[in-house]
């Protein structure tokens, strides 16, 4: 299977009504061509998970300020003053969630597990709704996985199979998201020949990577 597509047919696979990742921390590792193609192609009514919603101007910001996004999950929006008003407002639905925590639900959908135990969160709003499980005489919240229909990824250097580096702190959630989606696209910096990776620095297999855009 050729990985290796235009910007057009990998953001085809993403519908309305979807649930996407959407990789990034502040807008640093984020995709932005991708974000430029869900707002030319006006896709709606998206849940994006995602540490973040960025800036008004930059990353996710870009999305949740065109009205393309119904829900967001994940830890952190004071950077874009826009999400906090739909919120407000009752325009999008907003689930935050502890940074720690969003990561490893997104990791233990990508492995297959039940959730995560964690205290974090015990004594706050976090918990409304959660079930408590007691081990060895210590309370903790379970944490459901988290999978999407497509993750949308960044990647600094990518071969035609799909192994991945990220440079520094791009990687953020970037290699845990490629493992828990349906369909994981990823935006490569620069593409090379497979084989011109060392294994030692693959960082992401190419096994999850379903279409690269350069």
Do not use: W
Request: aromatic content about 6%; glycine content about 12%.
């Amino acid at each position: 299977m050729k990985k290796v597509v235009t910007i057009d047919e990998a953001i085809s696979h993403v519908k309305d009504g979807m649930t996407v990742f959407i990789g990034g921390f502040l807008a640093v590792g984020t995709p932005e061509k991708f974000i430029d193609a869900l707002i030319e192609k006006g896709v709606k009514d998206l849940t994006i998970i995602a540490n973040d919603t960025g800036y008004p101007d930059r990353g996710i910001g870009r999305l949740v300020c065109n009205n393309q996004v119904k829900k967001f999950i994940g830890s952190h929006i004071g950077t874009n003053p826009e999400t906090g008003r739909r919120m407000q407002s009752g325009e999008m639905e907003v689930e935050l969630c502890p940074q720690g925590t969003l990561a490893e639900r997104i990791r233990v959908g990508g492995n297959g597990l039940g959730g995560v135990l964690t205290p974090t969160g015990l004594g706050t709003i976090i918990e409304e709704g959660k079930e408590k499980i007691v081990v060895d005489g210590k309370e903790y919240l379970l944490e459901k996985p988290l999978k999407a229909d497509v993750a949308l990824i960044n990647g600094s250097v990518v071969d035609e199979f799909g192994n991945i580096i990220f440079a520094k702190t791009t990687k953020n959630f970037n290699p845990m998201m490629a493992t828990a989606a349906d369909t994981v696209i990823v935006y490569a910096e620069k593409l090379v020949k497979t084989g011109e990776i060392d294994p030692d620095h693959v960082m992401t297999s190419g096994i999850f990577v379903d279409y690269i855009v350069k």
